[in-house]
Nanobody, 127 residues
Framework: QVQLVESGGGSVQTGGSLRLSCAAA????????MGWFRQAPGTEREGVAA????????AYASAVKGRFTISQDNAKNTLYLQMDNLKPEDTAVYYC????????????????????WGQGTQVTVAS
């Protein structure tokens, strides 16, 4: 089992920054693939950023590329999402996810590949 606890959400103005954290317990983050997803009201959950096992590969949704950075601290067993130049369309509940299904390598975009989810943290960007 992997327990995930997100923190760092909040409200900012357009152009502001936030850093989300996802503390993992029960498994070392460098042995699992992880990702950030978000869901705005009335929309489906979408992938934002993902990182492979051992953190050697990352990928981003086109809407956030160049503004968001995913990273992990193996010593703290924590995943991060640095969000800069935030826009109102980034407003959503952000979820941290982790997976360790066999045969899955590289970055994973399909939410079905993730079997552990955090509780979500609200990010609101005011115009």
């Amino acid at each position: 089992q992997v327990q995930l606890v997100e923190s760092g959400g909040g409200s900012v103005q357009t152009g502001g920054s936030l850093r989300l954290s996802c503390a993992a317990a029960g498994y070392a983050v460098n042995y699992i693939y992880m990702g950030w997803f978000r869901q705005a009201p009335g929309t489906e959950r979408e992938g934002v950023a993902a990182i492979s096992r051992a953190g050697d590969s990352t990928a981003y949704a086109s809407a956030v590329k160049g503004r968001f950075t995913i990273s992990q601290d193996n010593a703290k067993n924590t995943l991060y999402l640095q969000m800069d130049n935030l826009k109102p369309e980034d407003t959503a509940v952000y979820y941290c996810a982790a997976g360790k299904l066999p045969g899955r390598y590289g970055v994973r975009w399909d939410s079905r590949d993730y079997n552990y989810w955090g509780q979500g943290t609200q990010v609101t960007v005011a115009s």
